[in-house]
């Protein structure tokens, strides 16, 4: 193979690693978090977001504390630190990671969103500050699982 | 092409409270059909918001959202910001909506 051929290859291989590290164009949504979302535990989870968070007073979770349908539970993440990514984990979920958020400056640390929970769980809300995560959880009791099983 | 999203955005402030609803099956991959198969995972993978070409929100959902994913969020802007949401989902399929601020 010719040296340039070689170069094009090099560069489209770097090229193509650098665009699914979101490294590219930070302004553009990043690249769904494929393992995170596959994460079958909440230490699994927290390895591939980076690391385990430390508790804190400092980021709300609004739940309900009994969810009449597991297939629409209203949960939110609100917190007075300076976050750049929020996460929503269900630990007993088949899949934990719910739903990953992406704060750009000039935007407020809150979000609301409905989730599925298959039964009665532990639910997290993560917050990334200062490079660090950081969380909030509670039950939330589940009365009609939402998995439909 | 999927339904459209239903977005309000209104101003206070300083503030936009924007709340977006998608209309999406948001198949969570757990469910089965009469015949005992299961359907297969079908839900919207990554969203978008700008606010005047800018970024102001980035989600990424799992199977595990909602169907008909209901999203809101605030950020600081003003009224008459033109707000343009995109959606993609787990086979490729996308969807872009967009909404002026009251």
Redo the contacts between chains.
């Keep these: 193979m010719n040296k340039q051929r070689r170069d094009v290859l090099k560069y489209s291989a770097v090229f193509g690693m650098m665009a699914a590290a979101g490294l590219i164009s930070e302004a553009q949504a990043q690249a769904w978090n494929k393992a995170a979302f596959e994460g079958k535990s909440l230490d699994d989870v927290f390895k591939i977001l980076g690391s385990a968070p430390e508790k804190s007073g400092a980021v709300t979770l609004n739940a309900p504390d009994i969810a009449e349908n597991g297939a629409v539970v209203p949960v939110g993440i609100s917190t007075t630190l300076k976050a750049d990514q929020m996460a929503i984990l269900v630990e007993k979920n088949p899949s934990t990671l719910a739903a990953l958020f992406f704060v750009p400056a000039g935007t407020e640390p809150f979000v609301t969103t409905r989730i599925k929970m298959g039964q009665t769980s532990n639910v997290y809300a993560l917050v990334k500050a200062d490079g660090k995560w950081l969380m909030s959880s509670k039950e939330v009791k589940v009365t009609l699982g939402g998995c439909g099983g | 092409m999927a339904d459209p999203m239903r977005v309000r955005a209104t101003e206070s402030g300083g503030?936009v409270d924007v709340k977006i609803l998608m209309k999406h099956d948001?198949e969570?991959g757990?469910?089965?059909d009469a015949a005992g198969k299961v359907i297969p995972a079908w839900f919207i993978?990554?969203?978008?918001v700008k606010a005047q070409g800018?970024?102001?929100?980035?989600?990424?959902?799992?199977?595990?959202?909602?169907?008909d994913?209901?999203?809101?969020?605030?950020?600081?802007?003003a009224k008459g910001d033109k707000l343009v949401v995109i959606w993609i989902d787990s086979k490729g399929d996308k969807r872009t909506d967009e909404a002026t601020v009251a």
């Design positions: 503030v948001m969570s757990q469910r089965k993978s990554t969203l978008n800018n970024d102001v929100f980035n989600a990424q959902f799992g199977p595990a959202v909602s169907k994913p209901f999203l809101n969020f605030k950020y600081k802007g």
